[in-house]
């Protein structure tokens, strides 16, 4: 026997957040060390670097340049990788930037950045978005005298409503942990949670991690720390994703996803008068199909083990099982809450 829904008073709908960590297994906090670099080609080395964990594409790092510096190409004509990189990342995050112009960046603390330090998280472990508030990136490097040094960041999404970006929220990325901001009021970069993006202004990064003139060098033979100064040279021997990369993996991540979720409760009411019947051709016996059981004539008796939902068009959609069946006679009544969550 099939029931229509009263939609205003059968059915209800929610929205939930749920979060998660980020990284495989659920795991929201996570040593640097326990990071791997993928193995990607020199080419693609030559563009950004992955971070893995349980050999899974978690975190990509990667370094723009407004003008094409820090890479093997630099002119009028060519573009470079830097070059490419910050138009990409720019054109994407920023509104009317539909082209991007010598004149035109992103503005970090009122002065236009010539370039940045870009990290990337892996669409598939943030679920529909990062979660703000939550997370810290604590980069390992060297001050100017080649000392050890440990720079804390996070947004400012607790204090400060977001700015509007094609895809969503914009928030600041500054000094301070899970949300909560220290120090002064310098901004580092921004955070886009709805594309999972960190933009880092490379000045700022290398004012608080600069690293000494040898300590700063490119390339993945860094070993003890990396200084965050960028190398602006146009060579093949440049390197700077690796900078921010190094610097990741000698420190500590913790993010978190977050994934919205519709519930749907149905209550699905068995009135006096309903569901007294089985149609389960055990109930029934002989040509006329008359109830089985004398005792039943006029004292039906039915136990009811399953919900079952249908489309509008008759089609089965979902089935909820009872943890024991429910007696259902002419004397009583019924309500089976069933919840669609997704």
Request: proline fraction near 2%.
């Amino acid at each position: 026997m099939k029931k229509s829904f009263n939609t205003a008073n059968d059915t209800i709908q929610t929205t939930i957040t749920t979060t998660n960590g980020f990284f495989d297994g659920g795991v929201g906090i996570l040593a640097g060390s326990s990071l791997a670099t993928s193995s990607l080609s020199a080419t693609q080395k030559s563009y950004y670097y992955n971070l893995q964990y349980n050999s899974k594409d978690h975190i990509s790092c990667t370094y723009g340049h407004i003008g094409g510096s820090g890479s093997a190409v630099q002119s009028t004509t060519t573009e470079g990788t830097t070059q490419a990189i910050y138009k990409q990342f720019y054109n994407l995050t920023e509104v009317n930037s539909t082209r991007l112009r010598d004149s035109v960046g992103w503005i970090i603390n009122d002065v236009t950045q010539s370039d940045a330090y870009i990290v990337v998280a892996e669409r598939l472990q943030m679920k529909d978005r990062l979660n703000p508030g939550t997370w810290t990136f604590k980069l390992s490097g060297s001050t100017s005298a080649g000392v050890g040094n440990t720079l804390v960041l996070t947004d400012n999404s607790k204090t400060t409503a977001p700015t509007s970006a094609p895809f969503g929220d914009r928030y600041n990325i500054v000094s301070g942990s899970s949300g909560n901001a220290e120090g002064t009021s310098t901004v580092f970069g921004h955070f886009y949670p709805d594309a999972g993006l960190f933009i880092l202004s490379a000045a700022e990064m290398s004012s608080s991690l600069p690293g000494t003139s040898g300590y700063i060098q490119s390339g993945s033979g860094i070993t003890g720390g990396s200084g965050l100064a960028p190398d602006t040279r146009v060579t093949d021997a440049v390197d700077n994703a690796w900078k921010i990369t190094r610097a990741l993996e000698l420190g500590e991540i913790t993010l978190r996803s977050e994934e919205r979720q519709f519930v749907y409760d149905y209550f699905c009411r068995a009135k006096a008068n309903e569901f007294n019947i089985s149609q389960n051709v055990t109930y029934w016996s002989g040509s006329q199909s008359k109830i089985r059981h004398s005792d039943m004539i006029t004292n039906p008796q039915t136990y009811i083990s399953e919900v079952g939902l249908y489309d509008a068009g008759g089609k089965l959609v979902a089935v909820g099982k009872l943890s024991s069946a429910l007696n259902k006679n002419f004397s009583s009544e019924a309500i089976v809450k069933v919840r669609l969550t997704y």
